[in-house]
């Protein structure tokens, strides 16, 4: 398929939200697999709702989810040339003026037939509609006539939008055939709909593409989980980005809605976050505890790269989003941890003194590797004759603030010999002030 042109049409006038932010990746995709252009236009001609900020937010969040464009336009740089348009088909006799609008003269008889790439053949009787503006009475154009005008001029093979869009296509092929125009080829993309198979709303979780960030999820497990939404490879689940362009084609869209399940979004970010390098993650892990408030960037640089690429590694395995990875780092840094409601139950009193132990024996060791760390508290539970079990968990609430971490010995020596000893010491004085 040779010069695939396709574009991403956005109104600017609120967030991208993941239904669009899908369309937008579809339409990437096939521009990608079909090595053909990809167009961004802002659709910005309702000047009463249309935002700067919303266009700046539209392409910021193209840009986290690595969406590039090839072209870019807006809608507003081209009225004169829909107005010149509007002008002609009023001359033509096929639109009449009418309170200062032009408007269109729909068929009063027949049937149109879409023959859609995805839906296949949808067939409407023309007696279903009725006359439509294409020109406002302050000379701007309404969205099924700019589109036409814009899509022609700028070369549209393909229209891939989604299926709420279906009923305005019969106009626009009027529109199309009234101009002497061949119409791109059409493929409308069915809904996303809640667990609850429900149209899919803020609470279902359709919040804007850049509250995903600010959630601590990848883009590489949006794009995936979106790419998922109505189009499948086989049983495959993960993609990598190459291999969503070597993969997608419309062949592979279904015709039933798709249903938007943010626990699958939570289960792709964990396994994308297993898959990301290293030093990217710590990159982020850095940028999250900063953001999350859990720290300082100076506190954070301070950590070191080793300890700070050290947790990156450990923090990934139980945490689903980057947001929960900064949290529960929180024990990296100097400051006093919050305790779970279950500590009382856990520091018991008796405990006092095989903390205290442990404490001295941890702040003597030069070395505080997890496997010197290890030795160290094996010893002084063979000489106080305790099992580990018997302290493991009061020394994981004491050192990470959690009940659930990664492996102790590996916290432990990733928190530092300071913050250790520290939280020990003052954990084994609060316990004996209980018994006093």
Known sequence: MGNVRVRFAPSPTGYLHVGGARTALFNWLFARHHKGAFILRIEDTDRTRSTEEAIDQIKESLRWLGLDWDEYYRQTDRIDRHRGVAQFLLEKGVAYESEGAIWFRVPRSGSTVVE??????????????????????????TYNFACVVDDHDMGMTHVIRGDEHMNNTPK???????????????AHIPLILGPDRTK???????????????????????VNFLARLGWSHGDQEIFSREELIRYFD??????????FDEAKLLWLNHEWLKRTDLDK?????AEYIVQEGIATREEVEA??????????GLLRERNKTLVDMARAARFLFPRPLPLPPEAGEILRPELAAPLER????????????????????REVLAELGLPLKAVAQAVRVVVTGRTVSPGLFDVISLAGKENVVRRLRTASRELQDRVK
């Open 358 to 377: 442990i404490a001295a024996a941890l702040e003597a060791l030069d070395d505080f590797s997890p496997e010197t760390v290890e030795r160290a508290i």
């Open 116 to 141: 859609d790439l995805i839906l296949g053949r949808v067939e409407f009787s023309n007696s279903e509609f009725k006359d439509f503006v294409i020109l406002r009475s302050d000379g701007t154009p």
């Open 303 to 312: 950590l070191g790269r080793s300890r700070l690429r050290r947790a990156a």
């Open 172 to 186: 626009q092929l009027w529109i199309y055939g009234a101009l002497g125009w061949e119409p791109p080829a059409f």
């Open 281 to 285: 993650l710590a990159d982020l892990l």
């Open 200 to 222: 899919l709303s803020k609470r279902h979780g359709a919040v804007s593409v850049l509250e995903y960030r600010r959630r601590g999820f990848l883009p590489e497990a949006l």
């Open 250 to 259: 419309l062949d592979g869209v279904g015709t039933s809605a798709a249903v």
